[in-house]
């Protein structure tokens, strides 16, 4: 998928999980290109969210390796400090943004905290960053200043993406992002996914049970199912010709929205 | 997102509506919250607030009934039950603060240090505080007395130990719920240290259940430390205290004057009972909304 020579962000092989006898993941492998955007598919229980917590180092992989721009990702138990060298390289947007910040904590602070880890800045050119970041995703300075609870979901998950953002991630993981919310937010989401990457050469990986808004952001699909990537390509030529049997089944089950699959001799 | 910023910010509630919860079944914890900060003003300002010396034997007015010079009567030496009372708060107070702090402080950092780390030092923690966990409080104590003597420190010491387990165990499995969150997991990924993760983000989290679990706690300390004097190993006479006086006033109830023990057991029951209900208003109230 990956332009051959040009360094992956996210190079990904042979990736496994097992708990007990049940084998979750089995021989994932993935590459991203710096800037480029794969959309993960598959029903519930595919194992997707195994697959994007291994390649976020929050899972350890039963077998296989994650690499970004060649250099192993440390286990969980790995000690902070190395750890934290690659906050640069993988952040992840977790499903639910009810619990994906901490609710005592405001919201810029939850910024600002972060910045003031992995940059010199400090004071008020600390909060002018945060400030930056957060009209970024389109929050105002009312909301910087509240507490989580106060945001609706589409807000909490802007603010998560912020957080992401603002360590200027190498890959951004972002499982189910945008499924806890209703539509028009997921439409704005994906919007300022879209700007973002823009912006940056933050390779996506987006990771979705809806092939509704998968063709709004990723150029490139892989569809799993049973915890192996049975199918990939561009995202287009997959949606309207299908290979897999699985695929066809997947997008069939999917109520016609974004996207109008031409089929046969139609129009 | 206009349509997705209709949220008003928290906190801007009417006084109205707090007037309202109150009588929605908040006036029980607010009760039991006066009572139980009434006896600590009472212990703190027993000086100002008690009528006599509570030291002080009169001779003449032994074994008194409750009268306009002495409110709740006076114990077989002539001392002003009521006088005592007030003071003996201090000692029946301070002591199983110093054991709540104690357990809560120590209590909290095993948890969250054993929540956090896990392997092999988790289970040491737990087995530890299961260990503990099945020996009542204040057999603890009389185990710690008969070893290093009578007195309020071995109380204070031994029962901390015990109430070790009430505390720890509890806000352990909140730490590992509460380290289950993706919150934490990001954080984690963010490159912030375990360390800060634990100090900033679990334990203010954490906090609420903490504080409802040593007011609860707090209540079933003071019974263990007032049980612990009144059979002798805690606070020595004259000096008063509530355990103590119960005990003091034990042969009276046979003789026709009960009012010593009757009051003294009666302010013990009645502040453990506070402690209890405070502590399930808290609970309800910190962490029923918080989720
Ligand atoms: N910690 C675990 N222990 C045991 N089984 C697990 C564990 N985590 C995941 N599984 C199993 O692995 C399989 C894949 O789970 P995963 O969460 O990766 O699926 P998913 O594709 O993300 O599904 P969904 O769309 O519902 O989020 C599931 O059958 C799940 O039950
Ligand atoms: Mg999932």
Known sequence: MADAGAPAALEAAGLRKTYGDFVAVEDVGLSLAPGASLALVGESGSGKTTTARMIAGLEAPTAGTVRFDGRVLPGRRARTAVRGS??????????????????????????SEVLAHHTDLRGSALARRTAELLDQVGLTAGQARSLPRALSGGQRQRVAIARAVAVRPRVLVLDEAVAALDVSVQAQIVT?????????????????????????????IAVMHR???????????????????????LIDSVPRRGWTPKRGATA | MSAYQSVPAAGGRLPLGRVR??????????????????????????????????????PLAVSQGSSAAHWLGTDDTGRDILSRLLYGA????????????TAGLAGTALAV??????????????????????????VLAVVGAAVFGAGLDIAVITLSLAYLPYIARVVRSAALRERAL????????????GRRICLRHLLPNLLPLVLVQATTSFGYTMLDVAAFSFIGLGTQPPTAEWGLMVANGAPGIIAGQPEQSLYAGLVIVVFVIACNLLGSGLSRRLLGEDR
């Open chain 2, 90 to 101: 201090r000692p029946s107070l301070l002591a199983p603060a110093l054991i709540t702090l």
């Open chain 2, 113 to 138: 240090s054993a929540a956090w780390l896990g392997g092999w030092y988790d289970r040491v923690v737990s087995a530890f505080l299961d260990l503990v966990f099945g020996f009542p409080g204040l």
């Open chain 2, 21 to 58: 919860a109150l009588a929605r079944g908040q006036g029980v914890p607010i009760a039991a919250g006066t009572v139980v900060a009434l006896v600590v003003l009472a212990a703190v300002f027993a000086p100002l607030l008690a009528p006599y010396d509570p030291n002080a034997v009169d």
């Open chain 1, 86 to 111: 690659f906050a640069g390289d993988v952040q992840m947007v977790f499903q639910d943004p009810y619990a994906s910040l901490d609710r005592h904590q405001r919201v810029a602070d939850s910024i």
């Open chain 2, 182 to 193: 993706p919150y934490v997991s990001a954080l984690g990924l963010l490159g912030l240290s």
């Open chain 1, 192 to 220: 300022l996914l879209r700007e973002l990457r823009e912006q940056s050469d933050t390779a996506y990986l987006f990771i979705t049970h809806d092939l509704g808004i998968v063709q709004h952001i990723c150029e490139d």
């Open chain 1, 227 to 249: 915890g192996r990537i049975i199918e990939r390509g561009r995202t287009l030529s997959v949606l309207e010709r299908p290979g897999a049997a699985y695929t066809r089944k």
